[in-house]
T-cell receptor, first 111, second 117 residues
Framework: RKEVEQDPGPFNVPEGATVAFNCTYS??????FFWYRQDCRKEPKLLMS???SGNEDGRFTAQLNRASQYISLLIRDSKLSDSATYLC????????????FGSGTRLLVRP | GAVVSQHPSWVICKSGTSVKIECRSL??????MFWYRQFPKQSLMLMAT?????????EQGVEKDKFLINHASLTLSTLTVTSAHPEDSSFYIC?????????????FGPGTRLTVL
């Protein structure tokens, strides 16, 4: 079983749609969780950290379910510029900077 | 967010040569730096973890004698691909983690695209 699993997609949605990505992780000791965005041939960029209580940043909402070891990202009112690969990332163990990346979910937003 | 630079952004070299890639944290002191490799349509794979002033920790399957890492200061880490071969062609990305963040975020450099002919 992969340490971080994501649906690879692609998710092909029209502008304005709401889209949700899911992710599961295997290491119950993981303490920090993130969503990164990666554009083609570019480095990953931090989209948002995921907090236990869930958090929202504009059109983006992240949720964490520790019991199920499940993380989600919701994007509302999709824009063309949201087209990218979204990476679910967890730290490997408590008090560590070492991160494990999911393989990413590709999002295509069409006009 | 914190800024991490990488140099060069791309390099083309002949098989057998060595290539050095620099990673710098520009506005913070990076306790730890990481080196990743990404092949087309694949996710980032961690190669090694580098702590300032100590030897790097390599992931399983990564040859430490081929991928030399030096972390001389809190703002600079270098990766040298020795005797590069075509199969080493990849996108190499560094990242830096700083002690200021309680959530252990990493900030990535822009990457170096290596092509070995």
């Amino acid at each position: 079983r992969k340490e971080v699993e994501q649906d690879p997609g692609p998710f092909n949605v029209p502008e304005g749609a709401t889209v949700a990505f899911n992710c599961t992780y295997s290491n119950s000791a993981s303490q920090s969780f993130f969503w990164y965005r990666q554009d083609c041939r570019k480095e990953p960029k931090l989209l948002m950290s995921v907090y236990s209580s869930g958090n929202e940043d504009g059109r983006f909402t992240a949720q964490l379910n520790r019991a199920s070891q499940y993380i989600s990202l919701l994007i509302r009112d999709s824009k063309l510029s949201d087209s990218a690969t979204y990476l679910c990332v967890v730290n490997m163990e408590d008090s560590s900077y070492k991160l494990i990346f999911g393989s990413g979910t590709r999002l295509l937003v069409r006009p | 967010g914190a800024v991490v630079s990488q140099h060069p952004s791309w390099v083309i070299c002949k098989s057998g040569t060595s290539v050095k890639i620099e990673c710098r944290s520009l506005d913070f002191q990076a306790t730890t730096m990481f080196w990743y490799r990404q092949f087309p349509k694949q996710s980032l794979m961690l190669m090694a973890t580098s702590n300032e002033g100590s030897k790097a920790t390599y992931e399983q399957g990564v040859e430490k004698d081929k991928f030399l890492i030096n972390h001389a200061s809190l703002t600079l880490s270098t990766l040298t691909v020795t005797s590069a071969h075509p199969e080493d062609s990849s996108f190499y990305i560094c990242s830096a983690g700083g002690g200021y963040s309680q959530h252990y975020e990493q900030f990535f450099g822009p990457g170096t695209r290596l092509t070995v002919l």
